[in-house]
């Protein structure tokens, strides 16, 4: 059965990585949903938030082989339910008149969104949350006359916080995995053998 | 004859080291290129000129007496040689290739090497930086080709990366699982000075990759209580095994264990082919008493194998009713095929040495009755017909039956794909370990030729007896070339039955015989061997059969014998596609 998983891999931040990523999922033909990289607070170490929908009897396989990636640190693959998640969106809305551009703020305010720019002539309206939040804000705010619109990937971080803070060593110039934790990584809780 | 040529000679027939001096000078990028091969022991290089390396061939001008350069007809046959290279000499293989069609042309030997586990580096040139992305001449993304069959792939563009990033590379190409590496320099850092004088460190680790670990007690624990309580055991014997070298480690398992024994295409010679507890090959043309037999254990003891589809037929039905201890160094291939019992993730060497002291002695008598059984019908309805010709057509198997008893199964054998692959898989007996190489995992036709002198390159002393297709040798029969400059004794046996033969027996047996376009009107292969300066004979009938095969074995150089083998006869037992271990046929 198919389920939503949110896999966060940690790689040095090197050029041709994320291609060599996302061939693993390519191969397959597994469809990403969504995918941000961005720099992590530790200089040199880069954060690939992926999200995909996939056979929970095969996602260990997946996260196995994205792990042998020479240059892939850390990997964490996550049910909803063991990471804080969220996107942000940017939406242009032209507003024509002094009513429309107040029920424009209404909306905005009415669902904890921010006014990131405001001209004469159009608002542009920040909103992050989850993605059903976000939706609900679209569907709000299209009658209005939405112009434009865009939303990342997903961001997201691991709520338990042993299981980031025992493995995020790797990361560390001088840390290495001891072969205890190494099996442990590979066992990864529910799909131990 | 020029210098290379002669250090060439030398090196195989005497197994000479090259000698060069430590440097602390400022070197440009493509000195430097060839003194970390240098510093990594490398002695032979197999590689093809071209513009965008030609910066780094000046510099081994002035380094050939330190290495050796085998100068190939065509990149694919630098990466097969560097394959054979690194088997035989248990070192990774080297190559060379200029950018666009050079860097191209390496891509199937590369994909070959990465499918089974086989350590080769290959340096390509590249474009200067400044043409990156233009279409320039001979530019192609070489990067991108090579992620998806590299273990590790790097672009150098700055001369000072050069030695650390060849230390990671050599490496990681022999570290773990091996497998090939691709370096791509730009021409702009090949002829660019360093900054800093060369220095070079060999890698002892990288960040984030674990090569090996220890196997976890728990696991051997485990082990041993399956294996202690086991009635019908079996032990699959695969490349791993002659990866960390513990063959003996198998062997005094095994005598201790009394375990049946069975091997992968790969596994071949890892342990020796007379032993009583030696089964045959398992798989799709494997034996029939392994495959069968494979349904009936109760605890399949795997070391250093993957669980090839070609190995389980359909796994849906394969092994149901065993328990599975599946030892490899390769984390991702645990579960990957096969659900194991007992996850071992470990060096089979390190694994085998845990077990040996605390499984117990045993013996398991009537479980050998029962292969003992399904051989006989095998010898009946198969083995005896593929070893008896008649009309005086000579059968592949009995080519290779007396190929092995003349060389005593000592020789190494390079098979090429395809039914006289399968028949040499399985008549050869082999009394010496690493004595097989053949493509596995790629099935890459043309592989043959070039991994064997490639395998010479890495071990002089040995035999070494290529054999080959019709259909192969032509894929790569320029290679006849680079065999006779470099003057190595290399023995060719092409089985000539005019057909793509492996394809026209599945035509045969699933296309109704519509054999759509596997005939093959071939050319005169001795007179092409002639052209190329190696002595050759054509063997048409079996009388012919020993006396042509004792020229061959005794001639002290490359020869080439082409023996006539009948048209259309098919390798069994087979296991047909999608089907599984219980379902192999014998006719």
């Given at each position: 059965m198919k389920r939503r998983y949110t896999i966060i891999v940690f790689t040095e931040n090197n050029f041709g990585l994320l291609n060599r990523i996302t061939i693993i999922f390519s191969r397959r033909r597994i469809n990403i949903e969504s995918l941000t990289v961005s720099e992590t607070e530790r200089k040199g170490i880069s954060r690939f938030t992926i999200v995909i929908d996939y056979d929970e009897t095969k996602i260990r396989k997946l996260i196995q082989q994205i792990r042998k990636i020479i240059g892939v640190l850390v990997v964490f693959e996550n049910e909803d339910d063991q990471v804080f998640f969220g996107q942000i969106a940017y939406f242009k809305v032209i507003t024509s008149s002094f009513e429309e551009r107040e029920k424009v703020m209404e909306i905005a305010h009415r669902h904890q969104a921010k006014i990131a720019f405001s001209s004469d002539d159009y608002i542009v309206i920040e909103k992050s949350g989850k993605e059903e939040d976000i939706s609900t804000t679209l569907h709000l705010l299209e009658p209005h006359g939405v112009v434009e619109y865009c939303k990342s990937g997903r961001i997201a971080i691991v709520k338990d916080q042993h299981r980031f803070s025992k493995y995020a060593k790797n990361m560390d110039p001088e840390g290495w995995y001891s072969d205890e934790e190494f099996h442990e990584l590979q066992s990864n809780g529910r799909h131990s053998f | 004859m020029s210098i290379a040529t002669e250090n060439a000679q030398q090196l195989a027939v005497k197994g000479n080291k090259p000698k060069h001096e430590k440097t602390d000078k400022i070197v440009s990028g493509s000195e430097a290129v060839i003194l970390s091969l240098i510093e990594e022991g490398v002695d032979t290089i197999f590689g093809y000129p071209g513009g965008a390396i030609m910066p780094i061939y000046d510099a081994l001008f002035h380094y050939r007496h330190a290495l050796n350069h085998i100068l190939v007809r065509h990149e694919q046959g630098a990466t097969h040689a560097a394959e054979g290279y690194a088997q035989m000499a248990g070192k990774p293989g080297v190559c060379f290739a200029t950018s666009g069609p050079g860097a191209t042309n390496l891509v199937t030997g590369i994909a070959d090497a990465m499918l089974d586990s086989v350590p080769i580096v290959c340096i390509t040139g590249q474009v200067p930086e400044k043409f990156l992305g233009t279409d320039a001449f001979q530019e192609t993304d070489v990067m991108s080709l090579a992620m998806p069959i590299t273990k590790w792939c790097y672009q150098i563009a700055d001369a000072d990366e050069i030695p650390y990033i060849l230390a990671k590379a050599f490496y990681i190409a022999r570290s773990g699982r091996p497998g090939p590496v691709l370096i791509d320099i730009t021409k702009c850092a090949q002829f660019d000075s360093m900054t800093k004088p060369f220095r070079y460190e060999k890698r002892k680790q990288i960040k984030g990759y674990k090569p090996a670990c220890k196997p976890r007690e728990k696991d051997i624990t485990k082990a041993v209580e399956l294996l202690n309580q086991a009635k019908r055991p079996f032990l699959f014997v695969g490349h791993g095994v002659l990866l960390s070298k513990a063959e003996n480690e198998l062997l005094k398992f095994i005598e201790k264990t009394d375990i049946p024994v069975a091997s992968t295409l790969l596994g071949l010679s890892a342990f020796p082919s007379d032993h009583p507890n030696y089964k045959g090959m398992l798989g799709m043309h494997g034996n029939y008493a392994p495959n069968k037999l494979t349904n009936k254990a109760d605890v399949i003891i795997a070391v250093g194998m993957r669980f090839d589809d070609r190995v389980t037929g359909n796994l849906d039905t394969y092994a149901k009713q065993a328990k599975v201890i599946h030892i490899d160094i390769d984390h991702a291939e645990m579960g990957k095929n096969v659900i194991p019992t007992v996850a071992m993730i470990a060096d089979a060497k390190e694994a085998l040495q845990a077990l040996i002291p605390a499984v117990n002695e045993n013996k398991h008598e009537s479980w050998h009755q029962e292969f003992k059984k399904l051989y006989d019908e095998e010898y009946e309805k198969v083995i005896e017909k593929d070893f008896t010709a008649h009309d005086e057509l000579i059968k592949m198997g009995e080519v290779i039956r007396r190929l092995s008893e003349k060389t005593k199964g000592e020789a190494v054998v390079v098979a090429d794909v395809g039914q006289h692959q399968m028949s040499a898989a399985r008549y050869s007996k082999f009394?010496?370990?690493?004595?097989w190489l053949t493509s596995g995992g790629l099935g890459t036709m043309g592989y043959a030729l070039p991994a064997s002198f490639g395998a010479k390159m890495g071990a002089p002393d040995r035999e070494v007896v290529a054999v080959i297709g019709d259909g192969c040798f032509q894929m790569t029969i320029q290679e006849l070339g680079t065999i006779a400059q470099s003057g190595l004794p290399v023995k060719i046996i092409v089985l000539n039955n005019n057909y793509l033969g492996m394809v026209r027996q599945w035509q045969q047996l699933f296309f109704d015989t519509r054999y759509s376009f596997v005939e093959l009107s071939n050319p005169d292969f001795i007179t092409i061997a002639k052209g190329f300066g190696i002595k050759g004979h054509r063997c048409m009938h079996a009388d012919d059969l020993d006396s042509s095969l004792d020229t061959l074995i005794n001639s002290t150089e490359a020869y080439l014998l082409e023996i006539s083998v009948e048209k259309e006869a098919n390798v069994f037992p087979m296991m047909p596609s999608g089907m599984g271990v219980d379902d192999i046929r014998l006719d």
């Open positions: - | 009394r010496k370990t690493d004595s």
